[in-house]
């Protein structure tokens, strides 16, 4: 296993005393320590790595970054299965498999390739033209067809068992990017004192400076005064680095996500990945900039690289893509490139220059290295055999009909100049200009994304701010950096560095090379070569009328393939512009996006998955619950017991025995997840006045009122048992769903509209456990207890406090049950305790617990409404037969001016009534409707078999339904048969109310 | 001025165009110059604009139409959705609504020559508490009187619908079942605008891009023109139709309406082989997923809980979001977020919209359509095309007339106080 593409020397990031052994498709292979996937298969003369999207066509590593649109592969499998990741990105390690991915049988022999055959057929848009008929077509034949060929990587089958992590920080200036820029500017924000954070997305710092090392800073080499900026830094207490970190997006109000790739590297990381949140005054975006490629016939083609990663390749992991490399370029770095092969000792076959008369050090430098130069010259195009290059032709600008000279090669580097990567400056809003002389888009000083204090929230420094040599790149990067500090009133004392780089004259862009003799009209110029875009295809959306960069895009795709235009985009928008006779300006740009690559769902879930995924919340009873045969059931953020099982009994059977326990003995239930909230001060009176319906200044200190609550509209949102404390002070119920809306509601109506009301509101839910007693023994049972409290003198909705067998109290004599019942709140810390010693006694006295569905049938007999059963929005309190809790006396309160209006008064409306099925034993569906005249009158609200009467109930919401007591309605099931039932009083039970007042 | 008609799209103007390498396309629509007068202007080339006038011109016979967009035509919420459709709505004036407009969405590909791909492939609502299943059972009551097809699926078909849904029963939020709409689905949403955009033009309206309105003209009470970047245009009628910008453009009319604007939150992964063949709401725990014909995951889940008219993403909701399927789809874990972006959505106090006349005579609002107008789209077009046609709002418009705010007529699918007790 020879690696025939390594040079024999340099190649700053590997470590050649170490190799490394790795699988590309099941065949093994050798690398080093410090390769990515991408260099070791270079290295071992691997050309073809991936199929096209659409055409599936041959495509090879064309990039050394995170640019990468063609070299994807699946990593792993089961539960470690990972698709479309970019071998570019993948740092080498012991045992990596990796295998190609969208082909079929295998790489070279890819039966989706016939596809290309008729691609004429497909241009862009093409399936919007067609598949039209027959209709039904699409969805059984062609869709499923379409989607089978289409998509990248296969999709992952197992649960993911890597853990990730969240992290959380603050800094004044977070640096994104560990160029010569970004080191430049965190070397000024330390020396200011500012809190720095410095993340770079590869493992190493430096950037471009490790492989054009050809510029003096300070006097010294850029290696020497990289080494010695990065020791600087690592030695400053305000200066956090991190490596294989990118800074993915910059949100509103100064809020950055950072995506640390710490436990990709094969080895039993114990965090896989970890997502950063992190609050910044400043953002210094040092993001650099990315080559562009140059559309030519074929220019797809395996051993078609961008000149700036070839170079990469060679000066950092000693790789040589090719034996003999043409080199396409429209400026001067492209010579950087030849030279730097030329010095590897590889043969450069020639420098094709776009430019009539390319001039300057670097090319200078070429000439006297004696390479070729052709002037005025292009790729015509290039030619495959065996699914890699192996030729080209090339065409002169002036004479394009000409035969150009065919050239052997088996690789070409090719430059078309570079757009600064500006997506951090536009994720929140900054604006990009086009720069006509530089060719390329740069950040807008005037339009910049602003922060939370309506300054720049961005800054661009280097070369993601167009500057394109390191002279020019540091100087700027510099002066960016103190603009930014002196906006947090910080001073650097860091002096700019001194630079001595090459000159380089601007690139004279090339968006689309002709072709020599007939290529013409039927070219293949890519564009974006993940999906298959082509000048043609741009130039037939323009001429289709697709005209906005929007429509261009979206009607070919261009720029949505996973790396999101980064190498298409700009080439993309000046054939739409050519095509439409407009500049770029004209054309404009589509929106950045975050993230700048793409994140892991994983690691956005963080710990929160499995058991953490919402944490269950626990009442001090939980774990007795379950070791008596709780059956949970998920009730807000709590799970609670909905019946308790004994034996393998059913679920009807305990819920029964769990609801005539309550009826004939005494039940006792675990109502500790009902919401608690405090609500104090000397306006709390009033203040409850304005959110509930009924009066609650009026309740006495010590006593208990049950309370609705409206939502603006007029619509019942909770209720729940209100007690008066002290003069000042209430305790409110609510739901157990609802805790946490209606503490948030008190909030927003104390901050939004009544901030001048002294009140304070307080959820303390979780501070207390509460235990209700219920059932004709329950004095009994109160009695038998060790307590100072004389239970049977507290009246119905009173209130007393005291000790209970050495837990301090609250008893509340409320009911929801019908049954005379005391409800007890104790400190949590108590609950467990109490609960078991009144466990304890019920079941001495033949009662025992009860679960949240008894407690619903109990209710029900007794016709009390559950919030979100009997309503869902639209349903009032006098819907629900509940006028009497709504204040006639009171001027004001929340949905009272609602309430007034036509539709909520109507006679007519949905009434709460009860339903007898004429046949006992039938229960009437969940939600059935009832049905008159082919039209609904109204749905079924609760319904069950009540043990306690032997026979079916339910309540429902029918229309006009109070004045029709008596009258048999047919309820419509899904089962295509009708129930008749009779409509009646919903209070099925003890109408008079006696055992609960006794 | 009628255009002339333009040829139609079928496979085989596709073969013919290929001979000339597809050289002779004509254009979809054409770019005119506003006319100093119209019959109707409509604001908003958005899929429910465009659908306005092709209904107007087509079931109407008004012809005389421009309809102005401020930016590019489909680039609002149009072109920003997670694309599904459905029609399993609990009130009946939505259900009316929803169906006419996903029955419609059937047959479009073929009425208006162009793919849009509707795909009906299934949409699963999932129930995970007691409480949710007992609301989605009232809805399949409710959707069956009002003739829409749905089944309770168990979590045995619900497995079987979709196999890589958890439906282990110790889950934190276990799968008791769902709801399930096997004629819904999604559609390409870029297509439905540029379809209604392609068929309008050929019925002669104009629709007129980077035309943004600055002024709407009044005498009397009643509407005569807009003006706009592009110079002034008169109409008899207009109709506003833009979304998270109604406030805006009902500002310059003179009225206000009872709207909020706030980000809503969509992202999607990369593209991967097929997985999810059906499009899954998982309301309990805040997301919901499909899988488009490319690949990608379509994640959709909750709005910003600020005010804006920023179309930009956000990060709390995406975290929610992501958090909540990672839960109910484990396998995706592995895979990439590749892009989020925001849409403005204009929310109304029951969050059903609002087809209506207003205070000001002429004047026609189409909004309000929250985070669900996509699957709106036909039968939002269609209705209130009559309702500006007639000048009152047909059988299925009027239940969302304006006045249903001050009556309290409201038409509330929140199943707002839904909390569990």
Same mark, same amino acid.
């Given at each position: 296993?020879?690696q025939?593409?390594r040079?024999?020397?340099?190649?700053?990031?590997?470590?050649r005393?170490h190799?490394i052994?790795?699988?590309?498709?099941?065949?093994?292979?050798n690398?080093?320590?410090?390769?990515?996937l991408a260099?070791?298969?270079?290295?071992?003369g691997?050309?073809?790595?991936n199929?096209?999207?659409?055409?599936?066509?041959?495509?090879g590593?064309?990039?050394?970054?995170?640019?990468?649109p063609?070299?994807?592969?699946?990593?792993?499998?089961?539960?470690?299965?990972?698709?479309?990741?970019?071998?570019t990105?993948?740092?080498?390690?012991?045992?990596?498999?990796?295998?190609s991915?969208?082909r079929f049988?295998?790489?070279?022999?890819?039966?989706?390739?016939?596809n290309?055959?008729?691609?004429?057929l497909?241009?862009a848009?093409?399936?919007?033209?067609?598949?039209?008929?027959?209709?039904?077509?699409?969805?059984?034949?062609?869709?499923p067809?379409?989607?089978?060929?289409a998509?990248?990587?296969?999709?992952?089958?197992h649960?993911d068992?890597?853990?990730?992590?969240?992290?959380?920080?603050?800094?004044?200036?977070?640096?994104?990017g560990?160029?010569?820029?970004?080191?430049?500017?965190?070397? @000024?924000?330390s020396?200011?004192?500012?809190?720095?954070?410095?993340?770079?997305?590869?493992e190493r710092?430096?950037g471009r400076l490790?492989?054009?090392?050809?510029?003096e800073?300070?006097?010294?080499?850029?290696?020497?005064?990289?080494?010695?900026t990065?020791? @600087?830094?690592?030695?400053?207490d305000?200066?956090?680095?991190?490596?294989?970190?990118?800074?993915s997006?910059?949100?509103?109000?100064?809020y950055?996500?950072?995506?640390?790739?710490s436990?990709?590297?094969?080895?039993?990381?114990?965090?896989?990945?970890?997502?950063?949140?992190?609050?910044?005054?400043?953002?210094?975006?040092?993001?650099?900039m990315?080559e562009?490629?140059i559309?030519?016939?074929?220019?797809?083609?395996?051993?078609?690289m961008?000149?700036?990663?070839?170079r990469?390749?060679?000066?950092?992991?000693?790789?040589?893509p090719?034996?003999?490399?043409?080199?396409?370029?429209t400026?001067?770095d492209?010579?950087?490139?030849?030279?730097?092969?030329h010095?590897?000792g590889?043969?450069?076959?020639?420098?094709?220059d776009?430019?009539k +008369?390319?001039?300057?050090?670097?090319?200078?430098?070429?000439?006297?290295a004696?390479?070729e130069?052709?002037?005025?010259t292009?790729?015509?195009?290039?030619k495959?055999?065996?699914?890699?290059?192996?030729?080209i032709?090339?065409?002169?600008? +002036?004479?394009?009909?000409?035969?150009?000279?065919?050239?052997?090669c088996?690789?070409?580097?090719?430059?078309?100049g570079w757009?600064?990567?500006?997506?951090?400056?536009?994720?929140?809003?900054?604006?990009?200009?086009?720069?006509?002389?530089?060719v390329?888009?740069r950040?807008?000083?005037?339009?910049?994304?602003r922060?939370?204090?309506?300054?720049?929230?961005?800054f661009v420094?280097g070369?993601?701010?167009?500057e394109?040599?390191?002279?020019?790149v540091? @100087?700027?990067a510099?002066?960016?950096?103190?603009?930014?500090?002196?906006?947090?009133g910080?001073?650097?004392?860091?002096?700019?560095?001194?630079?001595?780089a090459?000159?380089?004259?601007?690139?004279?862009?090339?968006?689309?090379?002709?072709?020599?003799?007939k290529?013409?009209?039927g070219?293949?110029?890519?564009?974006?070569?993940q999906?298959?875009?082509t000048v043609?295809?741009?130039?037939?959306?323009?001429?289709?009328?697709?005209e906005?960069?929007?429509h261009?895009?979206r009607?070919t795709t261009?720029?949505?393939?996973t790396d999101?235009?980064?190498?298409?985009?700009?080439?993309?928008?000046?054939?739409?512009?050519?095509?439409?006779g407009?500049?770029?300006?004209?054309?404009?740009?589509?929106?950045?996006?975050?993230p700048?690559?793409?994140?892991?769902?994983?690691?956005i879930?963080g710990?929160?998955?499995?058991?953490?995924?919402?944490p269950?919340?626990q009442?001090?009873?939980h774990?007795?619950?379950?070791?008596h045969?709780?059956?949970w059931?998920?009730?807000?953020?709590?799970?609670?017991?909905?019946?308790?099982q004994?034996?393998d009994e059913?679920?009807?059977?305990?819920?029964?025995?769990?609801?005539?326990? $309550?009826?004939?003995?005494?039940?006792?239930?675990?109502?500790?997840?009902?919401g608690?909230i405090?609500?104090?001060?000397?306006?709390a009176?009033?203040?409850?006045?304005?959110?509930?319906?009924?009066?609650?200044?009026?309740?006495?200190?010590?006593?208990?009122r049950?309370?609705?609550?409206?939502?603006?509209?007029?619509f019942?949102m909770?209720?729940?048992?209100?007690v008066r404390?002290?003069?000042?002070t209430?305790?409110?119920?609510t739901t157990?769903?609802g805790?946490?809306?209606?503490?948030?509601?008190?909030?927003?109506?104390?901050?939004?509209?009544?901030?001048?009301?002294k009140?304070?509101?307080?959820?303390?839910?979780?501070?207390?456990?509460?235990?209700?007693v219920?059932?004709?023994?329950?004095l009994?049972l109160?009695?038998?207890?060790?307590s100072?409290?004389?239970?049977?003198?507290?009246?119905f909705?009173g209130m007393?406090?005291?000790?209970v067998?050495?837990?301090?109290?609250?008893?509340?004599?409320i009911?929801?049950?019908?049954e005379?019942s005391?409800?007890?709140?104790?400190?949590?810390?108590?609950?467990l305790?109490?609960?078991?010693k009144l466990?304890?006694?019920a079941?001495?006295?033949?009662?025992?617990?009860?679960?949240?569905?008894?407690?619903?049938i109990?209710?029900a007999?007794?016709?009390f409404?559950?919030?979100g059963?009997e309503?869902?929005?639209?349903v009032?309190?006098?819907?629900?037969?509940?006028?009497?809790? $709504?204040?006639?006396?009171?001027e004001?309160f929340?949905?009272?001016?609602?309430?007034?209006?036509?539709?909520?008064?109507?006679?007519?409306?949905?009434?709460?009534v009860?339903?007898?099925?004429?046949?006992?034993?039938?229960?009437?569906?969940?939600?059935?409707?009832?049905?008159?005249?082919?039209?609904?009158?109204?749905?079924?609200?609760?319904?069950?078999?009540?043990?306690?009467?032997?026979?079916?109930?339910?309540?429902?919401l029918i229309?006009?339904?109070?004045?029709?007591?008596?009258?048999?309605?047919?309820?419509?099931?899904?089962?295509?048969?009708?129930?008749?039932?009779?409509?009646?009083?919903?209070?099925?039970?003890?109408?008079?109310?006696?055992?609960?007042d006794? | 001025?009628a255009?002339?008609?333009?040829?139609?799209?079928s496979?085989?103007?596709l073969?013919?165009n290929?001979?000339?390498?597809?050289?002779?396309?004509?254009?979809?629509w054409?770019?005119? +110059?506003?006319?100093?007068?119209y019959?109707?202007?409509?604001?908003?080339?958005?899929?429910?604009?465009?659908?306005?006038?092709?209904y107007?011109a087509k079931?109407?016979?008004?012809?005389?139409?421009?309809?102005?967009?401020k930016?590019w035509?489909?680039?609002g919420?149009?072109?920003r959705?997670?694309?599904?459709?459905?029609?399993n709505?609990?009130?009946?004036?939505?259900a009316?609504?929803?169906?006419?407009?996903r029955?419609l969405f059937?047959?479009?590909?073929?009425?208006?020559?162009?793919n849009?791909?509707?795909?009906?492939r299934?949409?699963?609502?999932?129930?995970?508490?007691e409480?949710?299943?007992?609301?989605?059972?009232?809805?399949?009551?409710a959707?069956?009187?009002?003739?829409?097809y749905?089944?309770?699926?168990?979590?045995?078909?619900?497995?079987?619908?979709?196999?890589?849904?958890?439906?282990?029963p110790?889950?934190r939020?276990?799968?008791?079942?769902?709801l399930?709409?096997?004629?819904?689905?999604?559609?390409?949403?870029? @297509?439905?605008?540029?379809?209604?955009?392609?068929a309008?033009?050929?019925?002669?309206v104009?629709?007129?891009?980077?035309?943004?309105?600055?002024g709407?003209?009044?005498?009397?009470?009643k $509407?005569t023109g807009?003006q706009?970047?592009?110079?002034?245009?008169?109409c008899?009628k207009?109709g506003?139709v833009v979304?998270?910008?109604?406030t805006?453009?009902?500002?310059m009319?003179?009225?206000?309406?009872?709207?909020?604007s706030?980000?809503?939150?969509?992202?999607?992964?990369?593209?991967?082989?097929?997985?999810l063949?059906?499009?899954v709401?998982a309301?309990t725990?805040?997301?919901?997923m499909?899988?488009?014909?490319?690949?990608?995951?379509v994640?959709?889940?909750g709005t910003?809980?600020?005010?804006?008219?920023?179309?930009?993403?956000?990060?709390?909701h995406?975290?929610?979001?992501?958090?909540?399927?990672?839960?109910?789809?484990?396998?995706?874990?592995r895979?990439?977020?590749?892009?989020?972006?925001?849409?403005?959505?204009d929310?109304?106090?029951?969050?059903?919209?609002i087809?209506?006349?207003?205070?000001?005579?002429?004047?026609?609002?189409?909004?309000?359509?929250?985070?669900?107008g996509?699957?709106?789209?036909?039968?939002?077009?269609h209705?209130?095309?009559?309702?500006?046609a007639?000048?009152?709002?047909d059988a299925?418009?009027?239940?969302?007339?304006?006045?249903?705010?001050?009556e309290?007529?409201?038409?509330?699918?929140?199943?707002?106080?839904?909390?569990?007790?």
């Amino acid at each position: 296993m020879t690696q025939p593409n390594r040079l024999d020397d340099g190649g700053v990031l590997i470590d050649r005393s170490h190799k490394i052994k790795f699988f590309f498709d099941g065949k093994p292979y050798n690398g080093h320590p410090g390769d990515t996937l991408a260099s070791a298969l270079l290295a071992n003369g691997v050309k073809l790595v991936n199929r096209s999207y659409k055409y599936h066509r041959p495509r090879g590593i064309v990039s050394s970054g995170p640019e990468e649109p063609n070299a994807l592969v699946n990593l792993g499998s089961d539960a470690t299965h990972e698709p479309n990741i970019r071998m570019t990105q993948i740092e080498l390690h012991d045992g990596l498999d990796a295998t190609s991915q969208n082909r079929f049988p295998n790489l070279d022999a890819d039966i989706g390739v016939l596809n290309a055959a008729a691609s004429r057929l497909y241009p862009a848009g093409f399936y919007y033209k067609t598949f039209i008929h027959p209709r039904h077509a699409w969805k059984y034949l062609f869709e499923p067809v379409i989607r089978r060929i289409a998509g990248l990587g296969k999709a992952p089958t197992h649960p993911d068992n890597s853990q990730y992590e969240h992290t959380y920080a603050f800094c004044d200036v977070l640096i994104a990017g560990g160029g010569v820029a970004g080191l430049v500017a965190a070397k @000024a924000a330390s020396e200011a004192g500012a809190r720095v954070i410095l993340a770079e997305q590869t493992e190493r710092l430096g950037g471009r400076l490790l492989v054009d090392d050809d510029a003096e800073i300070d006097g010294k080499p850029a290696r020497v005064w990289l080494e010695e900026t990065i020791a @600087a830094l690592e030695a400053m207490d305000n200066v956090t680095i991190r490596l294989r970190t990118c800074c993915s997006a910059a949100y509103d109000h100064n809020y950055c996500l950072l995506y640390e790739r710490s436990g990709d590297r094969g080895e039993a990381a114990q965090v896989r990945h970890r997502l950063w949140r992190v609050r910044t005054a400043r953002v210094i975006a040092a993001t650099g900039m990315i080559e562009r490629p140059i559309a030519f016939h074929y220019n797809d083609v395996p051993g078609v690289m961008l000149a700036s990663a070839v170079r990469d390749y060679v000066k950092l992991w000693g790789v040589s893509p090719g034996e003999k490399t043409v080199v396409y370029t429209t400026n001067d770095d492209g010579y950087r490139t030849a030279l730097a092969l030329h010095e590897a000792g590889r043969t450069v076959r020639a420098i094709l220059d776009s430019r009539k +008369d390319p001039s300057g050090p670097l090319v200078e430098k070429a000439r006297a290295a004696g390479l070729e130069i052709r002037p005025n010259t292009g790729i015509g195009k290039a030619k495959a055999k065996r699914n890699k290059l192996e030729q080209i032709e090339t065409v002169n600008f +002036d004479k394009p009909e000409a035969p150009g000279k065919t050239m052997y090669c088996d690789c070409v580097a090719m430059s078309n100049g570079w757009s600064p990567v500006i997506h951090l400056y536009s994720h929140s809003g900054g604006k990009a200009l086009w720069d006509e002389d530089a060719v390329m888009y740069r950040p807008d000083p005037a339009n910049p994304p602003r922060g939370k204090d309506a300054e720049a929230m961005v800054f661009v420094a280097g070369s993601a701010n167009g500057e394109l040599t390191t002279d020019a790149v540091v @100087a700027q990067a510099a002066e960016i950096a103190s603009e930014a500090l002196s906006q947090l009133g910080m001073k650097t004392s860091a002096v700019a560095p001194s630079v001595t780089a090459v000159t380089e004259t601007t690139t004279v862009p090339v968006w689309c090379t002709p072709s020599p003799g007939k290529a013409g009209l039927g070219g293949k110029h890519f564009l974006d070569y993940q999906n298959d875009v082509t000048v043609a295809d741009v130039a037939l959306a323009a001429r289709e009328g697709y005209e906005s960069v929007e429509h261009a895009k979206r009607y070919t795709t261009l720029g949505m393939a996973t790396d999101q235009g980064k190498l298409s985009n700009i080439n993309g928008h000046a054939i739409l512009g050519k095509t439409l006779g407009k500049t770029m300006a004209e054309v404009g740009t589509t929106t950045f996006r975050p993230p700048f690559t793409p994140i892991s769902f994983g690691s956005i879930a963080g710990r929160e998955t499995g058991n953490l995924f919402k944490p269950v919340r626990q009442t001090a009873m939980h774990d007795w619950h379950a070791a008596h045969g709780a059956d949970w059931e998920p009730v807000g953020d709590w799970r609670r017991p909905y019946r308790y099982q004994r034996g393998d009994e059913d679920r009807d059977t305990s819920i029964h025995r769990e609801c005539l326990r $309550v009826r004939n003995s005494v039940g006792i239930l675990d109502a500790s997840t009902l919401g608690k909230i405090i609500v104090k001060g000397p306006d709390a009176p009033k203040f409850l006045d304005m959110m509930y319906t009924n009066m609650m200044s009026s309740l006495k200190p010590g006593k208990c009122r049950y309370g609705l609550m409206n939502n603006e509209n007029g619509f019942l949102m909770d209720d729940g048992v209100v007690v008066r404390l002290d003069e000042e002070t209430f305790l409110c119920h609510t739901t157990s769903g609802g805790a946490d809306r209606i503490h948030a509601w008190f909030e927003e109506w104390l901050q939004t509209e009544w901030f001048d009301f002294k009140v304070y509101v307080a959820n303390v839910t979780e501070q207390y456990s509460q235990i209700a007693v219920a059932g004709p023994k329950g004095l009994e049972l109160l009695g038998s207890l060790d307590s100072d409290i004389d239970f049977a003198a507290v009246p119905f909705m009173g209130m007393a406090e005291g000790t209970v067998e050495g837990c301090p109290v609250r008893a509340f004599r409320i009911s929801f049950t019908g049954e005379l019942s005391y409800e007890f709140a104790v400190p949590v810390s108590f609950g467990l305790a109490l609960w078991e010693k009144l466990h304890a006694k019920a079941e001495a006295l033949g009662g025992g617990v009860y679960g949240t569905e008894a407690q619903h049938i109990l209710r029900a007999e007794k016709g009390f409404v559950v919030i979100g059963d009997e309503t869902d929005g639209t349903v009032t309190a006098h819907d629900v037969g509940m006028s009497w809790a $709504v204040s006639k006396k009171k001027e004001d309160f929340i949905g009272k001016r609602a309430m007034e209006r036509s539709d909520l008064t109507r006679p007519d409306r949905k009434q709460l009534v009860g339903l007898l099925t004429e046949d006992p034993n039938e229960v009437l569906p969940d939600g059935a409707h009832g049905v008159e005249n082919g039209k609904a009158i109204g749905h079924v609200t609760s319904t069950y078999f009540s043990p306690t009467l032997k026979r079916s109930i339910a309540m429902a919401l029918i229309n006009g339904g109070r004045a029709r007591f008596g009258e048999v309605i047919q309820i419509s099931t899904a089962k295509k048969k009708t129930i008749r039932a009779v409509i009646c009083d919903p209070v099925f039970y003890d109408k008079k109310g006696e055992r609960q007042d006794v | 001025m009628a255009a002339k008609r333009k040829p139609r799209y079928s496979i085989f103007s596709l073969a013919r165009n290929s001979m000339s390498h597809h050289q002779g396309w004509e254009k979809a629509w054409r770019s005119p +110059d506003p006319k100093p007068e119209y019959d109707v202007v409509i604001v908003g080339a958005g899929g429910h604009g465009l659908a306005t006038a092709y209904y107007l011109a087509k079931n109407h016979g008004i012809t005389n139409i421009a309809v102005v967009e401020k930016g590019w035509l489909g680039g609002g919420n149009t072109g920003r959705n997670t694309t599904i459709i459905r029609s399993n709505y609990l009130q009946d004036s939505s259900a009316a609504l929803f169906e006419l407009s996903r029955s419609l969405f059937e047959t479009l590909s073929q009425e208006l020559n162009y793919n849009i791909m509707f795909s009906p492939r299934g949409v699963l609502m999932l129930a995970q508490t007691e409480h949710e299943k007992r609301a989605w059972q009232r809805t399949h009551h409710a959707t069956r009187l009002n003739n829409i097809y749905t089944e309770w699926a168990d979590t045995k078909r619900v497995k079987e619908i979709c196999p890589i849904i958890n439906t282990d029963p110790g889950a934190r939020f276990p799968v008791l079942g769902g709801l399930w709409q096997p004629r819904g689905g999604t559609a390409r949403h870029d @297509a439905v605008a540029w379809g209604y955009a392609r068929a309008a033009d050929d019925l002669g309206v104009d629709v007129i891009q980077n035309c943004e309105v600055l002024g709407i003209d009044r005498e009397g009470g009643k $509407v005569t023109g807009v003006q706009t970047t592009r110079g002034a245009i008169k109409c008899g009628k207009l109709g506003i139709v833009v979304a998270g910008n109604t406030t805006r453009l009902t500002d310059m009319a003179g009225f206000r309406m009872p709207l909020e604007s706030v980000p809503l939150q969509a992202l999607v992964s990369e593209p991967i082989k097929p997985c999810l063949d059906i499009v899954v709401m998982a309301n309990t725990v805040h997301g919901y997923m499909s899988q488009s014909d490319k690949g990608e995951l379509v994640i959709g889940g909750g709005t910003d809980g600020y005010n804006a008219y920023t179309q930009r993403g956000s990060f709390q909701h995406v975290e929610e979001t992501v958090t909540a399927l990672v839960e109910t789809f484990p396998i995706i874990s592995r895979l990439r977020m590749l892009r989020q972006w925001g849409g403005i959505v204009d929310i109304t106090g029951d969050r059903s919209p609002i087809i209506s006349k207003t205070p000001v005579d002429g004047v026609f609002v189409n909004c309000g359509w929250g985070t669900g107008g996509f699957k709106a789209t036909c039968g939002s077009g269609h209705c209130f095309a009559a309702t500006i046609a007639k000048g009152e709002p047909d059988a299925v418009a009027a239940p969302f007339s304006l006045d249903r705010f001050s009556e309290g007529r409201m038409i509330d699918e929140s199943v707002a106080a839904a909390v569990a007790h």
